[in-house]
């Protein structure tokens, strides 16, 4: 996955599709998962872009308890 994402900012295609909300979902939990992430030097920006989405930020577990 991080050899792929320098060729752009999305997974598929040149626009966001389930499939970056997908493998975004699973990395929402990095920390607490302590998945090892650190290395993938691409991978952090592009889930920077996805963590920017207004519908992503509406649909993060974190915020969406906040709200409730």
Known sequence: LDDYLPGGDWLVGKRTTPADL????????????????ESYRHLRPWYGIIAMLQAWQKSVPANFIKQA
């Open 22 to 37: 997908a493998v975004g979902s699973m990395l929402e939990q990095s920390g607490t998962a302590h998945y090892p992430v």
